[in-house]
């Protein structure tokens, strides 16, 4: 899967060039942020803006990155649209993840 | 000019509000469907916010099939078959793969609740969000047939905000 990766602020941004994490890609997406955040430090600031659509396994996957790049770093999610929101509110996995608008609001707000 | 325009609004008028599909039980398979399903709901003017719901919903019935009926082996077809009314999606799944566990659909639990923080789920989501967007839900085995027949309203008031 397509991923790309930028420091901004705090964050390792990794942006998911793909519109969708489904059963087809969930495996692939696993691997390939592992690969992204595999030396890194950084917290990592998932940015989900081209991602049209995810079903459970693809939830499932993103559990699991959080998984793989904590306990000592955090990941964080930004820009869901409708779709990728409604999962997350379904199961209430918005109340695990730090959820933010934009990517700009992300790094300013963790200064302060 | 004149022909063109009221030929496009007869087209409209008459958008198929019946769907059949019949593919093979793959990953693959299950999103090629789902694109179809789509453009399908898109052509009849359905919402994008129930064209979304309808679209999470048969992702977790339709995968289920090719990850349990069929345990991943591709080796079989899924029909899926939708109907709209004025209010309603109604879909029927039919494969020929192994029944649900004892024949009856798996409880709407939330993967959530109960679970410790530092040992969340990455799977069991499925089900839940079947039952948490369908206003209906049957299922009966019939000849080695698995029929899953779904109901979902199309008013806004099918998912509490």
Redesign the interface.
Known sequence: MDLSSSLKGDYQVITVNAP?I???AAIAFKEALRTQTAEGTCDVLLDLGAVD?I???G???I??A??LVG?ARRLDLARLT??VA??F?????N??FTIHEGLEDAAPRRAG | MTAASSFARAATAKHPRHLCLKFAATQDGVRSALGDLRGFMQAARIGADACGTAEIVMAEALNNVAEHAYRMSGAGDIELTVRLTQSAVSACITDAGAPLPGLCLPEAEAPLDGSPQDNLPEGGFGWFLIHSLTSALTYRRVDGTNHLAIEMDLLPASEAR
């Open positions: 969708r489904d059963a087809a659509f079903d459970s396994s939830l499932g996957a559990v699991a959080l998984k306990p409708p779709d409604k999962v509110r379904l199961t209430r996995m109340t695990i």
